[in-house]
């Protein structure tokens, strides 16, 4: 067995204390764009937490017991139920046509969550100006192997990025609007 005499690398992963600047230099609008989609959809994901939190009527612990293992199919799911029986047991200020309007666009926020995060990214220096490319590879029984591939620009990715929060804050005050006692579990942002 051959044994490497110095390894160029370490399988420990360990903080150095860089600055982003001192790390990567200025910001790339891309990557920002890109990590805006996955901060929104984390939000996204907590208020939906919190609906169905306070759906169950549950401690908050409890609740988030209950919705941090599931995944974000399965809150809109139960969430979907939920309301549904809401609708069967109270007058609702929100007609139901507006919460499937919601759930749609929960839907469509994943939808776009793994578009990006699920994909791989192409820079073509061939062109004029830089284009950025998103690829995505697959391989399923009823098509076979499938790469897809779409330019898109930083703004392009920052609109995505926007419906998504867009959408958690939609989700919100659609329960505020419901529920005068509704909560949001984890707070996002801490006030001095």
Not at 96 to 107: A, Q
Not at 168 to 191: K, P, Q, R, T
Request: glycine fraction near 4%; charged fraction near 30%.
């Amino acid at each position: 067995m051959h044994k490497m005499k110095d390894k160029q690398y370490d399988k420990v992963f360990v903080f150095h204390g860089y600055s982003f600047e001192e790390a990567v230099g200025s910001a790339d609008p891309l990557n920002d764009a890109v990590g805006r989609i996955a901060m929104n959809f984390g939000e996204l994901e907590e208020v939906l937490s919190s609906c169905i939190n306070h759906l169950l009527g549950t401690e908050p612990e409890i609740g988030l017991i209950i919705t941090s293992e599931m995944s974000f199919k399965a809150k809109v799911h139960v969430l979907a139920s939920l309301v549904k029986k809401e609708y069967e047991i109270n007058e609702l200020k929100i007609s139901h046509s507006d919460f499937k309007d919601l759930l749609y666009m929960c839907t469509k926020s994943e939808e776009l969550r793994n578009k990006l995060l699920h994909s791989s990214w192409i820079y073509d220096h061939s062109k004029s100006h830089v284009e950025i490319r998103r690829r995505k590879t697959s391989a399923k029984m009823k098509h076979g192997y499938k790469q897809d591939e779409e330019p898109l620009t930083p703004g392009q990715v920052l609109e995505m990025a926007d419906y998504i929060i867009t959408t958690a804050m939609y989700l919100e005050d659609f329960f505020i609007g419901c529920y005068d006692n509704y909560e949001c579990l984890l707070e996002s942002v801490i006030h001095a």
